[in-house]
């Protein structure tokens, strides 16, 4: 009765954990579900909320309008959905910084990302986003927003789908425990109890009575295990006079086996005088197989230490290929802002020219201006003075007009080359107009040269591309000349052609100069190689221009020199071109 009932326990107890298993994990994944549904809705509340947002903040940010920003940063935390904000301008320093917040540089984000969602971290998750203003037809990054929820926040808004969750397990699996508990009860125990009991009376000198007869039972299992038992005890009274018969066959083989030993015994004499022989022979050549098996294992040996050794040369000449492209990557990059700086300091004094001139005709047309009062004031004004102040007034005017256009002309041009430069963004340009205002930011470097720059491209050209990579291209041909191409004292001819072949754009460009002999063409695209290392020349600049093309716009270059009849390139670029 105890075995049976620990049964039942044990089979109750296996079924139940089954179930709170599954009820564990089915609430789990809702609660789960829940919790991630409410993240997602609170994300999507952020991103709302950056929208309605956006425009304020471009213009605060455009304007500098610093007292307007916290406004709408203490108006954004008082928002129940958001935890945190962070504002930057497009220098990545922080304006504002209100709530529980995280550092948004540690998501290493590059400066193309307009949007990003932060995963959840230190129970903190949230929105990122960056803030374009649109002037004069052109879109501007002035900085980005970082919206911030938390884990506390999406937890109070599904409590009640928790309380109700949790609640309909509970009950579900109350109800189950005392539904299978009287099943149990009723449907294992009671037959379980009637056979034991008659199991319990079986005697085997009377295997008639020892049957048993579960009555009033209706479950196909006992009624098998009812049949089972009566036909095992059947299989006993058939075992029974089978042994029977069984001894009485023994008692006969065993005589036959006792003739059979006598004759086994002579065979085995007869047999055990060749098999000492056999043997023999065997040890011989087991001596043998040792002694090639000890050789073969040196020889093992030996090779593997060969294999360890070209093995850990493997790993240091990985290693050693692993650091020469990491520092060949480098200098490439410290080229490219190289370059860039090379650009700062040939603009800086163009741009410093007319703003001197603007500020000489402001202070000429100040001091017109205090004359003109003083006379005013003690009723000496005559009409020539009128006359003079105004013709004096309007050349100052038109003067200052004209030199400010020309700075602002000249910074707008530095800022697109300087910003494509640095960025890898691909955008919507017109050619000729790009690369005009490219050549705009190179004129301080033509500045002091008797060199002369021809641009041959067709107005229509429009194509979407890597802007930056066209405009390193470009800057490194122009700059490559001026360095090696030309002596001193030598006046030299550029010339860049642009044309379309059917989706391919083709830059012809060429100069007069030097030219290059076989073995320096050979070299021509090899890092580090250069002809005026003493002029500053650093040997990646046609490296550069051949991993632009051959690399950013899967294209094809190719020279023809020789010395003393210039140096031309072309370049074929697969391009997605804009027909209008």
């Given at each position: 009765?105890?075995?049976?009932?620990?049964?039942?326990?044990?089979?109750?107890?296996?079924?139940?954990?089954?179930?709170?298993?599954?009820?564990?994990?089915?609430?789990?994944?809702?609660?789960?579900?829940?919790?991630?549904?409410?993240?997602?809705?609170?994300?999507?509340?952020?991103?709302?909320?950056?929208?309605?947002?956006?425009?304020?903040?471009?213009?605060?940010?455009?304007?500098?309008?610093?007292?307007?920003?916290?406004?709408?940063?203490?108006?954004?935390?008082?928002?129940?959905?958001?935890?945190?904000?962070?504002?930057?301008?497009?220098?990545?320093?922080?304006?504002?910084?209100?709530?529980?917040?995280?550092?948004?540089?540690?998501?290493?984000?590059?400066?193309?990302?307009?949007?990003?969602?932060?995963?959840?971290?230190?129970?903190?998750?949230?929105?990122?986003?960056?803030?374009?203003?649109?002037?004069?037809?052109?879109?501007?990054?002035?900085?980005?927003?970082?919206?911030?929820?938390?884990?506390?926040?999406?937890?109070?808004?599904?409590?009640?789908?928790?309380?109700?969750?949790?609640g309909n397990a509970i009950i579900k699996s109350t109800f189950l425990i005392v539904l299978f508990t009287l099943a149990f009860s009723r449907m294992l125990n009671r037959p379980m109890e009637m056979l034991t009991q008659q199991i319990r009376n079986f005697r085997l000198d009377d295997l008639e009575h020892s049957r048993i007869n579960l009555k009033n039972n209706r479950h196909a299992e006992f009624t098998m295990l009812e049949q089972a038992y009566n036909q095992l005890l059947d299989n006993i009274e058939d075992y029974q006079e089978d042994l029977k018969r069984t001894q009485q066959q023994l008692l006969k083989v065993n005589r036959q086996l006792d003739d059979q030993n006598a004759m086994l015994e002579q065979e085995v004499a007869r047999k055990t005088s060749s098999l000492s022989q056999v043997l023999t022979d065997l040890e011989r050549r087991k001596n043998e197989l040792e002694q090639r098996q000890e050789k073969l294992e040196r020889e093992i040996r030996q090779r593997k230490i060969i294999e360890e050794d070209l093995r850990e040369a493997n790993l240091q000449l990985q290693s050693s290929v692993t650091a020469s492209e990491r520092l060949q990557d480098q200098l490439l990059?410290?080229?490219?802002?190289?370059?860039?700086?090379?650009?700062?300091?040939?603009?800086?004094?163009?741009?410093?020219?007319?703003?001197?001139?603007?500020?000489?005709?402001?202070?000429?047309?100040?001091?017109?201006?205090?004359?003109?009062?003083?006379?005013?004031?003690?009723?000496?004004?005559?009409?020539?003075?009128?006359?003079?102040?105004?013709?004096?007034?309007?050349?100052?005017?038109?003067?200052?007009?004209?030199?400010?256009?020309?700075?602002?002309?000249?910074?707008?041009?530095?800022?697109?080359?300087?910003?494509?430069?640095?960025?890898?963004?691909?955008?919507?340009?017109?050619?000729?107009?790009?690369?005009?205002?490219?050549?705009?930011?190179?004129?301080?470097?033509?500045?002091?040269?008797?060199?002369?720059?021809?641009?041959?491209?067709?107005?229509?050209?429009?194509?979407?591309?890597?802007?930056?990579?066209?405009?390193?291209?470009v800057t490194n041909l122009v700059l490559n000349s001026l360095i090696h191409a030309f002596d001193d004292d030598q006046q030299g001819q550029l010339e860049l052609t642009i044309s379309r072949h059917g989706d391919v754009l083709n830059l012809q460009y060429q100069d007069d100069g030097k030219g290059l002999t076989e073995s320096q063409q050979e070299q021509l695209f090899t890092p580090f190689f250069t002809t005026r290392r003493e002029r500053g020349g650093s040997g990646l600049g046609t490296h550069i221009i051949h991993s632009l093309v051959a690399q950013t716009f899967k294209g094809k270059i190719s020279i023809k020199s020789a010395p003393q009849e210039g140096l031309a390139y072309t370049i074929e670029l697969p391009i997605q071109f804009i027909d209008r």
């Open positions: 009765m105890s075995s049976t009932t620990k049964i039942s326990k044990s089979l109750l107890t296996n079924v139940l954990s089954v179930y709170f298993v599954l009820t564990l994990v089915v609430t789990c994944v809702q609660v789960m579900g829940e919790y991630f549904d409410t993240k997602s809705q609170l994300v999507q509340e952020l991103q709302n909320q950056q929208s309605t947002f956006s425009n304020s903040v471009a213009r605060s940010l455009w304007e500098y309008n610093n007292p307007q920003i916290e406004a709408i940063a203490e108006g954004l935390i008082n928002i129940p959905a958001i935890a945190g904000v962070i504002i930057r301008d497009e220098g990545s320093d922080v304006i504002v910084k209100l709530g529980l917040t995280e550092n948004v540089n540690t998501y290493n984000l590059a400066p193309d990302v307009e949007d990003y969602v932060i995963e959840e971290h230190n129970g903190l998750f949230g929105y990122y986003s960056s803030i374009i203003f649109e002037f004069a037809g052109t879109s501007n990054r002035v900085g980005d927003v970082t919206l911030f929820s938390t884990r506390d926040i999406a937890l109070e808004r599904i409590r009640f789908s928790l309380y109700f969750i949790f990059e410290a080229e490219k802002l190289a370059a860039l700086g090379r650009l700062v300091g040939g603009i800086t004094h163009d741009v410093g020219t007319p703003l001197g001139i603007g500020i000489t005709a402001a202070s000429v047309l100040g001091e017109k201006l205090e004359a003109m009062r003083s006379a005013l004031e003690n009723r000496e004004l005559t009409e020539s003075q009128l006359r003079d102040f105004l013709t004096t007034g309007g050349e100052s005017i038109v003067l200052l007009e004209s030199n400010l256009a020309r700075a602002s002309e000249l910074l707008g041009s530095f800022k697109q080359v300087a910003v494509d430069q640095t960025s890898d963004a691909v955008r919507e340009i017109n050619v000729k107009h790009y690369i005009e205002s490219v050549l705009q930011a190179l004129r301080p470097r033509f500045k002091n040269t008797p060199h002369q720059f021809t641009l041959d491209c067709p107005d229509n050209i429009v194509v979407r591309c890597n802007a930056g990579a066209l405009a390193q291209i």
